[in-house]
């Protein structure tokens, strides 16, 4: 097997077969890691408890990946460029599992965190890697069927994932669930060797924008910092009011970097073209809203409903799954109809399923909410597509790739910061009302004391000294008032992205059908 091996060298060594094994090889390597995006959203509530931390801390399992993947991305086109497919491929792939054994057996929190970013880092690095293999064994009327794949195989593995999760979880231990994914790894690292082209992708290799990366990765550790960290330390500190300073001037410094004669991260031509902002806009939002919609229906299910990791994983599979077989569908629909119907239908069905799920709470049978999730992650069925179609459509055929490489950076980017975002939300929410509710907790409420009262009857049926009974029904006052403050906090999430869909759709109202080709 001779280091320079080309696509047409591979073709002629394996015959038609060859499409078929070297798609099945990329798409193995990244449905890994897509699963493993979201496979942590399960083992919050477990990673809360081992590390005694809150869920501004907790968060991180989920948007230390997704940010880390999304600046990443920028680097993966010139690593290819400059070491070859195949070298890359193999060493996003150990990467990514030196990251999932740090955290699979980290001693301390940030060590986790440490391995996440290296996961997510693999992560952003393989995903164009595999689009262009694919886009180059497939040939050009085929195409279509070969992004279909890979939108489907991305689908499925999210939706899989927590589902995954909650069984390793239940069956082992959170820490397995790092280390799960790894004989896929190791499978899809083997094929690599066989099927990955060697050589070096179609175009020049040229000088990486060191400045402009830079000045990126700076504004979003910056701003995830500082989201992060501001309910704890308080918005107006010095430490989060420099770090949103610091996040401003690197993100203004990264976007004015872009200008400059030889930068290639981020082409910001394109956003002069009418059609292309407005559905940047679109896939931002939707980034925002449908990855947190990942991260807070196993927590809610979890720390609200008490469902154990593996029901609330189940929870999100069969609409994430149903939603991967439709997508071929919605797909030749997006070639026929205006992309404004499939978008506002797709974002209007995820907002109604926000919408209900903001009247959940303990008593909501776990039927309820499988319906609930199912209608919302039928909605990216009726997006993406769409929504790729809207952003492509109206750009020269040699922008195309920089679109959507531009495309999928705003949907990991959008993620990044709704996940982050709602945490916040709902931590200031959840003390709000643990605050109203704690202020009618005196003598004149009735309903509290006739709970009190109960208790002490059981505490007394039960043996426990008179001395201990109002301490204990004290405390469990507590517990309930802290359960249903959480709760509300939780409903006041879910009605927040039930309004990040709605606001979506007023740029896709005014998306423009006649410049379509």
Wanted: charge should be neutral; glycine fraction near 10%.
């Amino acid at each position: 097997m001779a280091y320079s091996d080309t696509i047409e060298d591979l073709f002629t060594r394996y015959g038609p077969a060859y499409r078929w094994l070297a798609t099945a090889t990329g798409l193995l390597a990244f449905f890994t890691m897509a699963l493993s995006s979201t496979i942590v959203n399960v083992a919050v509530p477990d990673v809360m408890g081992a590390y005694g931390v809150g869920q501004d801390k907790a968060q991180f399992l989920a948007t230390s990946f997704f940010a880390t993947m999304t600046a990443s991305q920028l680097v993966s086109n010139w690593v290819s460029q400059r070491y070859g497919q195949r070298v890359t491929f193999a060493g996003a792939l150990l990467l990514f599992s030196f990251g999932s054994a740090v955290s699979g057996i980290g001693l301390t929190f940030e060590f986790v965190i440490t391995g996440r970013v290296m996961q997510g880092f693999a992560a952003g690095i393989l995903q164009p890697l595999v689009m262009l293999m694919l886009l180059q064994v497939f040939p050009p009327e085929r195409r279509g069927l070969a992004m279909g794949l890979f939108s489907m195989g991305i689908v499925a593995a999210i939706g899989v994932g927590p589902y995954f999760g909650g069984i390793t979880i239940d069956q082992l231990s959170w820490r397995y669930i790092f280390l799960a994914p790894m004989p896929s790894v190791v499978l899809a690292f083997v094929m690599g060797f066989f099927f990955i082209p060697s050589t070096r992708p179609p175009g020049q290799t040229t000088q990486f924008d060191w400045i402009g990366y830079v000045f990126l990765c700076t504004a979003l550790f910056c701003l995830m910092t500082g989201i992060a960290n501001g309910q704890r330390e308080g918005w107006a500190s010095n430490e989060i009011v420099s770090l949103f300073v610091i996040s401003i001037v690197a993100g203004t410094g990264f976007v004015l970097s872009q200008f400059r004669t030889g930068a290639g991260l981020l082409d910001m031509s394109l956003f002069r073209n009418r059609q292309f902002a407005v559905t940047a806009v679109i896939a931002l939002l939707f980034g925002c809203g449908n990855f947190s919609t990942m991260y807070i229906f196993p927590v809610f299910s979890q720390l609200v409903q008490e469902y154990s990791a593996t029901l609330a994983g189940f929870l999100i599979m069969p609409g994430s799954l149903l939603a991967m077989l439709v997508l071929p569908l919605t797909g030749r629909l997006s070639d026929m109809v205006s992309p404004q119907i499939p978008i506002i239908f797709g974002l209007f069905i995820f907002s109604v399923s926000m919408l209900f799920m903001a009247g959940a709470d303990t008593n909501t049978v776990v039927w309820s909410v499988g319906l609930f999730v199912f209608i919302g992650r039928l909605g990216i069925a009726f997006v993406v597509p769409s929504m790729n179609v809207a952003a492509l459509a109206t750009l020269p055929i040699e922008k195309i790739s920089r679109g959507a490489g531009a495309v999928n950076f705003l949907l990991l980017l959008g993620g990044s910061c709704g996940i982050n975002t709602l945490v916040v939300i709902m931590e200031q929410r959840t003390q709000h009302h643990s605050d109203l509710l704690v202020a009618t907790q005196t003598a004149g409420n009735a309903v509290t004391r006739e709970m009190l009262v109960g208790v002490h009857g059981l505490l007394g049926e039960g043996g426990i000294p008179i001395s201990l009974h109002s301490p204990v029904a004290l405390d469990y006052l507590g517990k309930v008032v802290h359960a249903q403050a959480n709760t509300l906090g939780f409903q006041d999430g879910f009605m927040a992205l039930a309004f990040v869909f709605l606001f979506a759709i007023i740029p896709a109202s005014i998306l423009d059908w006649t410049g379509r080709r």
